[in-house]
T-cell receptor
Framework: DAGITQSPRHKVTETGTPVTLRCHQT?????MYWYRQDPGHGLRLIHY???????DKGEVSDGYSVSRSKTEDFLLTLESATSSQTSVYFC???????????FGQGTRLTVV | GESVGLHLPTLSVQEGDNSIINCAYS??????FIWYKQESGKGPQFIID?????DKRQGQRVTVLLNKTVKHLSLQIAATQPGDSAVYFC????????????FGKGTRLSVIA
């Protein structure tokens, strides 16, 4: 998994609570991504980062924010969790010299 | 573990037969394509890629074919094995790859022993 660790691996939270998912990489990759995976939708991009403190929105960014204060960590925050955010979340990274992205193991989030 | 849901196109193949998984991509400007394999409970893993200046690329037991005219990509797996059972995604990008990959919805391959 190219040295990508997602935490937690599983989480159950209540509607309206804030939640933060962490992605940690040891590859010194410049680019980092958060995707969500849902039945019938495949992998959809939430937010991504070009580098430290440099982030941009993906196609499904509403209700999510991100931060990247150092190269190795990319945090995804659900500001006020809703049931529609129940999903499997994947972090991915890519180095400047890579063309493919490498994925973490995923985090299963359930909002009740 | 983490896995894709149930609402995917499914291809069922007898062990030992060849598999062909198809993908239609959306952006005519895309010039780089990847196939990923996702086993149950795991993140997607790179299988093979192809650039738009090629129409065929072979790996170990896998071949990717690219038809830019109709924006179609296929993954061929020779002598399919039970370990090939997984969800397969195609992804597209524009080189040098500063923008994120865009993924297709995936196909579940089920190998019948």
């Amino acid at each position: 998994d190219a040295g990508i660790t997602q935490s937690p691996r599983h989480k159950v939270t209540e509607t309206g609570t804030p939640v933060t998912l962490r992605c940690h990489q040891t590859e010194n990759h410049r680019y980092m991504y958060w995707y969500r995976q849902d039945p019938g939708h495949g992998l959809r991009l939430i937010h991504y980062s070009y580098g430290v403190k440099d982030t941009d929105k993906g196609e499904v960014s509403d209700g999510y924010s991100v931060s990247r204060s150092k190269t190795e960590d990319f945090l995804l925050t659900l500001e006020s969790a809703t049931s529609s955010q129940t999903s499997v979340y994947f972090c991915a990274t890519k180095g400047v010299l890579n063309t493919e992205a490498f994925f973490g193991q995923g985090t299963r989030l359930t909002v009740v | 573990g983490e896995s894709v849901g149930l609402h995917l196109p499914t291809l069922s193949v007898q062990e030992g037969d060849n598999s062909i998984i198809n993908c239609a991509y959306s952006n005519s400007a895309s010039d780089y394509f990847i196939w990923y394999k996702q086993e149950s409970g795991k993140g997607p893993q790179f299988i093979i890629d192809i650039r738009s200046n090629m129409d065929k690329r072979q790996g170990q037991r896998v071949t990717v074919l690219l038809n830019k005219t109709v924006k179609h990509l296929s993954l061929q797996i020779a002598a399919t094995q039970p370990g090939d059972s997984a969800v397969y995604f195609c992804a597209e990008n524009i080189l040098p790859g500063n923008t994120p990959l865009v993924f297709g919805k995936g196909t579940r391959l089920s190998v019948i022993a």
